[in-house]
């Protein structure tokens, strides 16, 4: 047990990372962050799917198959996830460019059925957080979206 621990601590100096569940998918990775905003306040409605399923098709280029095929793997994925980290720690890599339209995304599912609810704002901001979106872009994002569908 000793050795057990002893190596435990080695890893955690060392910078691994022990949470066992890297998903190495970046694209998986995107649709978990929308769909764990999405399910934040416990109610999915038609237009929060719909708008999933529209920004994965328009952010990573798939045919509206590949879309609906990576939701339902990330829908199973959230399901045994423990925390947003195992979900934001590969997209780090991402531009900073990247990173906001990724936040952007997510404002845009909070924000689908016409009201960001609490939790859905923590979760879009503790993920801004994980990926060193500063707080002026994450303002800036939710300002867009936002403003953008008053004006609809």
Known sequence: MFNAITSLFKNLLEGHDLSGSQIQNPNLAIACLLTEVAGADHQIDQAEREAK???????????????????????????????????????????????????????????????????????????????????????????LVTETNEKK
């Open 53 to 143: 399923q529209h920004l994965l098709e328009v952010l990573l280029d798939l045919s509206k198959e590949q879309a609906q095929s990576l939701l339902e793997q990330a829908s199973a994925k959230v399901q045994d996830s423990a925390s947003l980290y195992e979900f934001t720690n590969q997209l780090r890599e991402l531009s900073q460019e990247t990173r906001f339209e990724l936040i952007k995304a997510m404002w845009e599912v909070a924000n689908a059925d016409g009201e960001i609810d609490p939790l859905e704002d923590a979760v879009v901001r503790k993920t801004a957080e994980l990926l060193y979106v500063d707080h002026s872009e994450f303002i800036r994002a939710k300002l």
